[in-house]
């Protein structure tokens, strides 16, 4: 059976469901529960208000979506309108009911954002995180059901590894998800990337900076104290890039110079990722 693949439009997703009507139902505001799992956490104020005060000028030009919930309903999708439509003073909003199942809830939730380009990087990253324990689905079946790359997946998912700190300056929109991917490719403790992660906002780095950056490793400092051979450092830093994934080289000390190559994995997918890209490449 062909594999559905989301983000063609919330329709597709309830194939079950009848085609909506015409006209939708105007419904009371304050019937209209949340849903606690919606994958946005953050609303930009200015945006919201902007939206607020076309609804006033034109109404609500899209319905919501909501599904039967006790003596009320419960929102789908829509949030960001429902959101507006209360600070603009509406009574009743238009919306289509449908009978969506628990566990279809944040499926739809998170392709209607995703759509709306709404999420940034880190609800993103967690949106899939839920949806993956949610389905009990890989990082591969996922991708194949929203029909995007595993690595874009992958990548998202990575975020989720920064410090607390980091992960606030990012969903704030101070670091973009690629600042985030340099400062988790780079051989640092999460107190040095909370420091330089700080460093790129006050100093406006590009990601560019935030590369070099991490292609150089941990501080001056750290590396003063611990100086290592140029050219095993630069290596340690081209299998960084190759790999996309925090690596060491430790050179013994003994007169053979043994020494261990560290390659790091965050998840299993990482793990299988990284295999897989090193089996490619072996010599024939």
Request: net charge positive; charged share 25%.
């Amino acid at each position: 059976m062909k594999k559905k693949v989301l983000g063609r439009g919330l329709g597709a997703l309830i194939p079950e469901a009848q085609p909506p009507e015409p006209v939708p139902n105007e419904i009371d505001l304050d019937r209209i529960a949340t849903n606690p799992d919606q994958p946005r956490l953050k609303f930009d104020e200015k945006s919201l208000a902007e939206l607020a005060e076309s609804i006033r000028s034109h109404g609500v030009l899209q319905p919501v979506l909501v599904r039967p919930f006790g003596d009320g309903f419960q929102l789908v999708a829509g949030e960001r309108r429902l959101m507006a439509a209360q600070r603009a003073g509406l009574l009743k909003i238009p919306a289509f009911v449908r009978d969506v199942p628990d566990d279809r809830l944040l499926e739809l939730s998170l392709i209607e954002n995703i759509q709306r380009e709404q999420l940034n990087a880190i609800e993103e990253a967690q949106a899939f995180q839920n949806l993956m324990d949610t389905l009990q689905t890989t990082q591969e079946e996922l991708a194949g059901q929203l029909g995007k790359e595993r690595s874009t997946i992958a990548n998202a998912l990575r975020l989720l590894k920064l410090p607390p700190a980091v992960k606030l300056l990012v969903a704030d929109g101070k670091l973009s998800a690629g600042h985030a991917r340099a400062l988790l490719a780079a051989n640092a403790s999460p107190a040095e990337m909370t420091r330089i992660a700080n460093l790129m906002v006050r100093k406006g780095w590009s990601v560019r900076d935030a590369e070099r950056w991490a292609r150089k490793g941990p501080s001056t400092r750290t590396r003063a104290s611990n100086p290592q051979d140029p050219d095993v450092t630069a290596a340690a830093d081209r299998l960084r890039l190759l790999l996309g994934t925090r690596v060491e080289i430790v050179a013994g000390k003994g007169p053979r110079q043994a020494g261990q190559i560290r390659i790091h994995f965050f998840s299993h997918d990482d793990l299988i990722r990284i295999y897989s890209f090193i089996s490619e490449k072996r010599p024939n």
